[in-house]
């Protein structure tokens, strides 16, 4: 069987994990497979990865979806997905894509072998449940192929707001969707109180994969921030570790972008790990620490 890329260990397991585990479960085993895990048990382990042209661009004009990645980088990309419990995206991503945010393009397993690819949970951040009910992240659900997705949301102040997000939210849940609840802060949802949550939830490592809105979101406050504001803050850091792919190509000027507002000075330390071509893109894995 073909093995996962050496550059997705080296970046997000420790060096003593058991590899023949890593993305694969057997069904009739209790045992967990192997994740990435934070130092910080309050929260999952977290990777932004993201596809981008030379220029930057991660979509093309009006957020048109552009395939960037080649196909043996999406290879990788599908396997950093089996070694994630749960893949997150933004509405904006979820509504303009439909994605399916599954393992389809991983070598195929032969039959007698009992070891299937670990899926990861969709997780999608949506403070309007503006999700729709058809998407195929629900049909994927419906038919087996995916697992219960997760729509994060936050209650509506008003009366009249709150009776259109309720029936929005029934028909999600009606659809399968779990709709988890979390506080609002400025930016939308607090990644901070997400990441809390989603580890009580039991989800130890999460894969943060776009788009623009959500990369800067994650991208701004990965420094230190504070969970529950008080005489004694209590701290936590959002993101451990980047992978990037670059696609030898330029989008130009009318392409969606992340990297606008970004302060250097507010920027976590980059630790390089390795570099990987596959095909003709380029794959870049870094791990984080606070500056
Ligand atoms: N090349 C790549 O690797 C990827 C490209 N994309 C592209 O990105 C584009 C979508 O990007 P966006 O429109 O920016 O949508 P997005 O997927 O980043 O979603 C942004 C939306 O998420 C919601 N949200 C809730 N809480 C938030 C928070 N704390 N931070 C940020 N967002 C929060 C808001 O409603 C916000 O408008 C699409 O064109 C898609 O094709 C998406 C993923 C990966
Ligand atoms: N790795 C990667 N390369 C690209 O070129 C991309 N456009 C993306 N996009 C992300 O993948 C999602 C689509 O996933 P499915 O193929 O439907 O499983 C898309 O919504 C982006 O999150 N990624």
Same mark, same amino acid.
């Given at each position: ?12 397991? /420790? ?25 910080? &048990? ?18 093309? %004009? =009006?957020? #048109?979806?552009? *395939?960037?990645?080649?196909?043996? !980088?999406?290879?990788? &990309?599908?396997?950093?997905? !089996? ?30 072998? /009992? #070891? ?22 629900? !049909? +994927? ?5 995916? /697992? ?17 997000? %309720?029936?929005?939210? #029934? *028909?999600?849940? =009606?659809?399968?969707? /779990? ?20 580890? &009580?939830?039991?989800?130890?490592? $999460? ?7 959500? @990369? #800067?979101?994650?991208?701004? !406050? ?12 209590? $701290? ?6 980047? @992978? ?24 976590? +330390?980059?630790?390089? @790990? ?7 893109? &380029? ?9």
């Amino acid at each position: 069987m073909a093995k996962p890329p050496s550059i997705l260990f080296n970046t997000l397991f /420790r060096a003593d994990t058991d590899w023949d585990h890593v993305s694969l479960y057997d069904p009739d085993d209790d045992r967990p497979v192997p994740s990435p895990m934070a130092d910080d &048990t309050r929260r999952p382990w977290v990777t932004l990865t993201f596809a981008q042209s030379l220029d930057a661009k991660i979509a093309g %004009e =009006a957020g #048109k979806q552009l *395939i960037l990645s080649g196909k043996e !980088s999406m290879v990788m &990309t599908h396997w950093m997905r !089996s070694m994630h419990d749960a893949i997150l995206v933004g509405i904006g991503t979820a509504l303009n894509d439909n994605p399916q945010l599954n393992t389809r393009h991983l070598p195929q397993l032969s039959d007698d072998g /009992r #070891k299937k690819y670990n899926l990861p949970r969709p997780i999608i951040l949506d403070t309007h449940l503006r999700l729709r009910s058809d998407c195929k992240l629900l !049909s +994927n659900y419906k038919v087996g192929t995916g /697992r219960r997705p997760w729509v994060v949301s936050t209650t509506p102040g008003s009366d009249e707001g709150f009776s259109a997000w %309720e029936k929005k939210k #029934k *028909i999600l849940e =009606a659809a399968g969707a /779990r709709v988890i609840n979390i506080e609002p802060s400025q930016a939308g949802l607090s990644i901070p109180s997400l990441l809390t949550i989603l580890r &009580t939830l039991g989800v130890r490592s $999460l894969m943060v994969e776009g788009g623009a809105g959500v @990369i #800067k979101s994650f991208l701004t !406050s990965a420094q230190l921030q504070d969970i529950a504001p008080s005489d004694q803050p209590s $701290l936590i850091q959002t993101v451990d570790a980047i @992978i990037v792919t670059v696609a030898p190509t330029f989008v130009g000027q009318e392409g969606v972008g992340y990297g606008d507002d970004l302060l250097a000075s507010k920027m976590l +330390n980059m630790k390089h @790990i390795c570099t990987e071509l596959f095909g003709p893109d &380029t794959v870049m894995g870094f791990t984080t620490t606070l500056s």
